[in-house]
């Protein structure tokens, strides 16, 4: 039969094939299933095709065999539960019969889904086979209209079977064997929140019968299951078994032990539960349990990272009290919590991906504060829990070798902290760091130096991981990879500064030394020989001493490689000097040697260099080879730190640093370069001002590159000669001889390039030291030895001026990369020094020049100095700040030391009195005066922002729990002076305006009445709302139509707040406003959350507490909600209110309307949030009507907001039709071409200027959505006093169709025309051609 039945299906004879099944009965059909599936049991395309062919038959178009249908699915589901079909052919029954689910009749579905409940509580579900049909078949009757159970029971509709269904699949008992397939298939079914949740309590039911390995699969399954509804279901249940778990394995082993605690965790014990009670057998071992427990924690926190309510509602619930046997438990918890920390709320990646250089500067945000804590974590738990301190330690180097793509120092700092209290600890993996090493050079260059910085205690106490780490930076020396290189040559230098050596050293010991290859396994070991352990610090000067002149000898290789590497060597030799300073001579040996290849020895050779040696051809372009000007600074630098630390030593003599003769070569080698260098002109070294410098060509790269080598080398030399010891008026003529050639130099190549890519391929920075003596002895140096040279320096306005900006340059590298990339620019401390040097210097000649017309540009430069100076010691080292404005005062007692009164109110009082000068009637606002005030106030902003948030912070660290601090009076007086300046002072600049309106918005933003918990309420809402006002009284009414004369306007304007807002600057004013407007709108968004958070957490807490307190905690907290609630509403109608004067004013087309589209857009979503909110308190009966405030807060809503955004949504429309119109006017004339071309810019125009339109009507729209239902809930009609608006409604305006019409006649007359006098000039000239062709 099976043949017959398989030809008939394979030439797709069904009706026959139907005919042929119709002769077989059904308990036939079954035998012969039986037959063919169980002698297949391996696995036949033969059995699975035969089933095909009889659902085929069965359930053809004309014989539909029904029965059939339902006895051969029902004996399938038999097949999938029975344990002799393989898994093969399982799959394969499995897969056709869910094809066939669709095809089956109600009475069909009914017995199959009958029959699968029995199978599930009897257990016999075949590995969980069976029930892997049920999704489908419960999707396919909710789709049933009616379904009929029987005679007895009648029928019911789809949806109501199928919570019958799954009502009745709850109520019975479950097999083991069935719990976790059903959890795995019951994320496939859709089920409400009541049938969800009282699924999910039977399953957590289920748990107390598990086996204990059992329970992390199941709890597994459950978590995706609970929601965002039922999570306080699942984790409660979780944790009833687990404590009960706990107390009685706790029991069990106090039994056993006598109440022994140190043996409590050594001794399992088995208690068995018979199978007769309806239990399982359970294990209850103390170590299996705190392995499963914590699996389950594991489980916890990985579903935590995607489902941030289960993470709220976990850390809420958490109790470690209840965990009876020590943090042991949830060790491995707390080690991927702070490592979860670590990567959510670390530094994150600049623009696209960018990873911003430099070290991040640390900011207090809440971010930085969640990173912390995961530092802490880590740090805790590694000195506290050995088990997981292998982890760590693997965690933490794979995440700085995986996460290249983003800044990894907060990882590298957590690294630092273990490895420096913790170094005999972390050597117990020693082998996971010497697999690091290995992969070192992929890192990026900065990132390798911090990290190999943070592992050097490692390296100085243990010589083994000092070898491995040394053979690793020998191959990455000759890497193909230059950051490879780059790498290996900064690690060698950091190891030549920290193995400090004392006494006189040669390089030529180096030399002799080389044959004995000190980097060789068993010098390395010889190195460490005197030592009793290998763990001992290596201290011995001698073994210093040889490590380091190998190491300068291997460094040598670096001289011929590429140029960043050699940038690296050079600069990286004055650290060096600073911390092993006897190592200068050798340094220097070989710096004179390397530099004698570039110098032209003869004294009357001119130029004194090659620099065409120094650039090299690689694949066709031209490549800088030699960074000379680098090679020129290090080697004058580093002989200048060799001097400075002569006679330091102590008991050694001062010839033992560094060699008189070395420095005599020194001196005289730089003062035949620079003597020689200002006789050099342009076309000594074969540039000229005609010359090509495009990078569009070889030739003129090559000519960029070259000039800007030369111009590096004479900034080395200003180095020199400032940085001498006597500047007199012979080296000080020399440094202006050596600017003026450097400055025709930079003319020639900036006028020269025009393309945008102005990126320097030999790109010198001056040094910190250079910066900060040059800043000092031109704005304070008052030493009678160098005031000749200094006073003649000070006369050139140019090279003053590229001293300021020179200083601006390192300043603004420091704050924003935490280094300068000039030589010694990676010293924190020389950083400080300069930034403290260039603020104080910088800000006395700003004052001395303040008033100097002429001398503005230096002025702002100065000023511009000092800002970034402050900003630098505020945001890196703020401990120093106090320090660093009390050295920039210039109030001083009679022994001239400074008044040690708050230093940054005494600077606000300065700069408000140069303010005020500037803007003084009796002095015309001149040019300089308008490019300072701005930078002037943004220095005020940031005194007066500062001296606030330090002072919450210490108010918050001295009294947490304050009730209502006020602020400074000192912040006070300032926001009141601003004010003041801008309701009194008519200014005629927008920058300034704006520079001015902004700063006194942000101080009233910061000086608003504090709240209970110290939170600003108001803040500068009220100013706000004043602004808005007089950008309605400035920009006019849209309502009126009238033109004004000049009377009118001056009349309208005598009742502002503001004087200093025109017509002028209303165009900027209006985004400073609304971009205040929606900070407001995003703080108090923030409070609502937190509000309805508050209130959430305080009912979950009144289910566990004494009833006797908790009416003393309602009321309380009652009276604190109801204060919110209505500093909420206050706020939000001051910001209402202030809206409306802005949607009542005649704003131009452009930014202003389309930042108030957007901010209005904000607020509506904001209401509905509040509206929502007031709905989930009804709901939780936490009050029972709705409160005064947001009934008034609404009905301000619909007669003053509402009503008028439809009218000012028209009179936008209106004007850029207007604007369209004019626009078609002038372009009558124009070609067709242009413009096509005009209007779709104008349409692209239209569009980008309304995008926010439609949002804006959505957001009233669902707000009032909200407020009707919110109004049903508790009986009133909020919407009594919105009135439906009709400024939207379709309708015809007959002036608009006159208008349109008689523009339409006029167009076509004017056609018509032209088409007339086209016509009559082609016959005229028709009529003058015709006379000669009849001639012809």
Known sequence: MDEQLLKLFDTDNFEELSQKLREITIEQLKEFLDDHILRHKNGSEESTKILRAIFKGCNSEKNHLSLHTIAVFTHCLKFLSS?????????????????????LTTGGLVDASKMIIEMIRNGNTGHGRAIQVLPKLLTCIEQKNEVYIGADQGSMSGSEYKKHLINNLCSGKWSSRSIIHLANI???????????????????????????????????????????????????GIFHVFLKLDKKSLEEQRKSTGDSWDEMFEIEENVEYSENNGHATIETSARNLKIVEGTVILHLTNMARWDQTLGKVFIKMLKLDSCKHSWEQVVTGIVRLGLCLLDAYGPKSGAFGRIIEGIPAREDTPQQNCCDLGAYLLANVFKSHPVVRTEIIEQLLNRVITKMSSPINHYIDVLKGICKHYSSIVLESKQKLREFFERISLLSPQNAACVLHSILPLIRINSHLKDSLILVLRKALFSCQINGRIIACDSFLLLLQDFRVEGFVSLSQASSQSSQSMFSISSQIHVDVHNSSTDVPVNQSSNHESLCLEVLSTLRRCLTQQSPVRATLYKGLWNVILYNPHLARPILEKLITHFNLYHEEHAGVIPPIKPKICITVQNGEPTLLEPLSLLLSSMFLCMKKGQERQGLGGEYDKDEIIDQNILITVNEL???????????????????????????????????????????????????????????????NTILQLHVRYKKIKDVINSGRKDSNKSSASSFSASPVFIKSLIDGLFCDESTDREVGLNILRMDDDFVKYAAETAISAVVDAKEHGLVKGIGGNDKNLLLEMCMTVGRACLKK???????????AICHSCLDAFFHSLQYIYTRKRKRLEEFLMSVSMDRDAEGTAVSANAQVRLVRRFQRIIIAYLSEDVALSSAHRKILPLLASVVDFLSSTSFYDFTNNVVKENPIHSSTPYPNDITQTNKWIGKLCQEQIIDDAAVTKSLISLHLHLCTICGPCTGDGRAVQGSEGAIHDIAEDVRVVAGDIENTEEEDSTMVEERKRGSHYQIIDECNVIILVPILVSHMDSTVEETEWLLQRLKGLIAANLTDEKFEDSTVVSEIVTDFDKKRTNIESSICSRLGIIL???????????????PAECTFHGLSKLYNLLTHLAKYYTWLLSQNVIKSLPPCFEKLVKLIGT????????????????????????????????????????????????????FIPSLIYSVENLERFLISLGKKCKMDLLREHKLPTSRDFRIKSSVIKETLARREEEVTQETQEEISTNSSDEGDSARKKPRSVDK
């Open 83 to 103: 344990p002799d079909v393989s898994q093969n052919t399982g799959t394969d029954i499995l897969g056709i019969i869910l094809f066939e689910i669709d095809k």
């Open 186 to 236: 019951f994320k496939d079914v859709s089920m409400s929140i009541d049938e969800m949740r009282f699924f999910l309590q039977k399953m957590l039911r289920q748990l107390e019968r598990l086996e204990i390995q059992e329970i992390p699969p199941l709890v597994h399954q459950i978590l995706p299951l609970s929601g965002k509804t039922n999570h306080d279901i699942v984790l409660q």
């Open 670 to 732: 730089f003062e035949s370069i620079t003597t020689r260098m200002v006789k050099s002109e342009m076309e000594d070294f074969e540039l000229d001002k005609s010359a090509d410098f495009s990078n569009s060509t070889s030739v003129g790269k090559n000519n960029y590159i070259l000039g800007n080598l030369v111009m590096g080398c004479y900034q080395s030399l200003f180095e020199y000669s400032f940085l001498q010891d006597d500047l007199n008026e012979k080296s000080a």
């Open 846 to 856: 700003f004052m001395e020049l303040r008033n100097d017309p002429t001398a503005s």
């Open 1137 to 1151: 209110n202030s809206y409306r004067e802005l949607i009542l004013s005649s704003l131009p087309l452009g930014q």
């Open 1200 to 1251: 003053e907001v509402t009503r008028f955004i439809y009218p000012f949504i028209n009179y936008i429309e209106s004007m850029q039709t207007n604007r369209t119109s004019q626009d078609a006017k002038k372009r009558k004339r124009k070609d067709n071409n242009k413009d096509s071309t005009r209007t779709a810019a104008n349409k692209m125009k239209v569009l980008r200027e309304t995008r």
